[in-house]
Every structure is written in structure tokens, then in C-alpha cells.
């Protein structure tokens, strides 16, 4: 398959998996339909999210789960804060093993190995052209404890620069076409996009490659409505999805890591003024933004409309429509 923009992909691998099912089975008890040897072609990979009203993409954990990745950490309260389902992945209740990319891609092993840091390194100063720019996730070793429940999905991100662009293809062994799929994606193409940007790329294509592509049986339903809005409505926001800044971004994700600590752990609150204060450029202070609007939701607190109005039009879509219960009466006439 080969499709422009993420919501493209998604509305149709959708409506393939749903409709046109090889198999039928129930992996660790789960039933679900399935397709094998799934490929697909993202021609513009910044565009990497779908705005199909009754799928109500979270935008804010699409930011928080790369960044928590970014970050390093397999820490559960970090990325629990933002999806509280992640609990149940969790055997110690502490970490998480397999869906914490991170250490897998900046300590992996025990030699704490900086994939990251050696993939630049190599298409910058050894070969440009190389063949070899392969960041490994999953760990056979995860295998072998019986009791994990957390296998990481991922095989590992594979880079590529060609004519002046950075190309990345990745591999899983198994995707969840209605729920993982989005985050996945939004998550790697992200990673792609801060690659490019630090070697002073532009963005070539994203490859995405899964041994298993699924729905759950659990989200017949959910998927059923989600495919009847794609067929019935076929009006698309007309926006851009946000350009990462050139250049180093990693000060940047630094600042917007630290902050993001705070308000999760509810340590301090931050005003409009506060954000546009600070000295990073406007695509990472739109991320504070939607973390300190989401501290508002997480922890019951009236909306501060400010900080709503201070969103870009593409992420005031997302809100609104994940979190329009959470606006008063007054807000929600403001901003139907």
C-alpha cells in the first residue's frame, strides 16, 4: 500500500483487516482478525496522524509516548499518567519492559549501548550510504521469561539517507491496525523527522512493515462506527501537521522533558504567559501547551481557556474533540 498522508493509510488498512481477514484467532486468548506480510508506503510522513472524529486520536499521549522513548525511560508513571491501561503490561508495577522503547534504543544491552548516537555517527562520518543503520528493539531475551506480558512489538527502525533525504523503514513482528497502529506510527515518523532534522535532511519516505496486522474483536464495534465515519463523511480538516524545527532539537526535548515532569507530577502550573516565556521555539511550546491543558483534565481542574486558545488550529481540533466534555457550558458555545 502506498498512501500520501498517515490518515490515508489508516482508513484503509482499516477497512482491509476488517473486511478482508486471512485469518481468525485468538492469540493469548484474544480473538481477533488478522492479516500477514503487511507493507506500507508513507509518502509524507509528517503527516502522521487521522482525524476521524469518532476515533478521538490522543494527540497528547501521541507526544508524551515518543517523548517518554526520547527520554529513555521505562519508568510505568510516566507513560501511566497518560494511558491508564499501561498498568497491565507492567509485571512489577514499576517499568515496563517490551513497549519501553527507550533503553532499547539508548542503553541497549549490558553494554548500554547509544544506538541512536551510533547510527549519526555513521551516516554522518563513516557512510553515508550505508546499509547498516539499524536500531534493534526487541530482545530475544524477552522470550524467555514466561511470565512477560509486555514482548516488545517492534523489531527495530532501519534508516536510509538517499539524494539529500533520510528514509526510514521499520519492522514489527505484530501491529494492532485500530489502536497501535496510530501511536506506532506518530511515534516513528516522529523519530524520523528529529533524525533528518539533526543531519540536516529533508524527510524521505517511511516504510512500515508488520508480520501481523490485527483488530481485536474487543474493538468491533469501536471500528465498525470509526469505518461507517470514514465512508459516510469524507471531508478532511484541511490542516498541516506542525514542522519540527531544523537543526539540533535535542535542548528543546531537554526543556520540554523537564516541564513535562513537573506538571505530570502536579509540582507546579503554567499559565499562557508562562509557556511563551520560555526560550524554545513555537513547536515545542505547543507541546507544553497540551500537557499543561491535559494536567487540567488529569487532575480535575476547570479549563484554563488561555491555554486552549494559545493551541495551533490542527491540535484545538484534536482537544476539542478527545476532550469537549471537560470545557464548561460557556467554553463549548466559545468554541462549537
Given at each position: 500500500m502506498r498512501k500520501r498522508?498517515?490518515?490515508?493509510?489508516?482508513t484503509e488498512t482499516l477497512y482491509d483487516i476488517y473486511h478482508n481477514p486471512e485469518f481468525f484467532n485468538s492469540p493469548r486468548g484474544q480473538k481477533s482478525r488478522e492479516q500477514l506480510n503487511y507493507h506500507l508506503t508513507l509518502e509524507n510522513p509528517i503527516e502522521r496522524v487521522t482525524y476521524l472524529s469518532s476515533r478521538k486520536t490522543n494527540i497528547v499521549f501521541n507526544f508524551a509516548e515518543v517523548l517518554w522513548y526520547l527520554s529513555?525511560?521505562?519508568?510505568?508513571?510516566?507513560i501511566s499518567y497518560y494511558n491508564k491501561k499501561m498498568p497491565s503490561y507492567s509485571m512489577n508495577k514499576k517499568t515496563l519492559t517490551g513497549t519501553a522503547y527507550g533503553p532499547k534504543i539508548f542503553e541497549f544491552g549490558n553494554a548500554k549501548l547509544n544506538q541512536w548516537n551510533r547510527i549519526k555517527n555513521l551516516l554522518t562520518q563513516e557512510d553515508i550510504d550505508s546499509k547498516r543503520a539499524f536500531i534493534?528493539?526487541?530482545?530475544?531475551?524477552?522470550?524467555?521469561v514466561?511470565?512477560?506480558?509486555?514482548?516488545s512489538c517492534t523489531i527495530g527502525l532501519q534508516f536510509f539517507v538517499r539524494e539529500g533525504e533520510l528514509y526510514m523503514s521499520s519492522v514489527m513482528r505484530a501491529n494492532d491496525a485500530f489502536r497501535g497502529m496510530i501511536s506506532d506510527l506518530?511515534?516513528?515518523t516522529f523519530m524520523q523527522?528529529?533524525?533528518?532534522r539533526e543531519l540536516r535532511l529533508e524527510v524521505g519516505e517511511y516504510f512500515h512493515n508488520a508480520g501481523s496486522i490485527h483488530i481485536y474483536d474487543s474493538d468491533h464495534e469501536w471500528a465498525k462506527t470509526v469505518l461507517e465515519e470514514a465512508?459516510?463523511?469524507?471531508?478532511?480538516?484541511?490542516?498541516?501537521?506542525?514542522?519540527?524545527p531544523e537543526g539540533n532539537n535535542w535542548p528543546s526535548i531537554e526543556t520540554v522533558l523537564k516541564y513535562e515532569e513537573l506538571l505530570r507530577k502536579d509540582q507546579i502550573s503554567m499559565t499562557k504567559n508562562d509557556i511563551e516565556m520560555l526560550d524554545l521555539p513555537d513547536y515545542w511550546k505547543q507541546i507544553l501547551f497540551l500537557f499543561s491543558i491535559y494536567q487540567h483534565i488529569a487532575y480535575k481542574r476547570d479549563m484554563?481557556?488561555?491555554l486552549f486558545q494559545s493551541l495551533l488550529p490542527i491540535y484545538q481540533f484534536f482537544v476539542r474533540n478527545k476532550w469537549f466534555h471537560y470545557f464548561s457550558t460557556e467554553q463549548k458555545e466559545e468554541i462549537q
Open positions: 498522508t498517515f490518515h490515508e493509510a489508516y529513555g525511560s521505562n519508568d510505568l508513571d510516566f534493534q528493539i526487541f530482545d530475544a531475551s524477552e522470550l524467555f514466561l511470565e512477560n506480558i509486555d514482548v506518530f511515534s516513528f523527522e528529529l533524525m533528518a465512508e459516510n463523511h469524507h471531508d478532511i480538516p484541511e490542516f498541516e501537521f506542525p514542522k519540527m484554563d481557556h488561555s
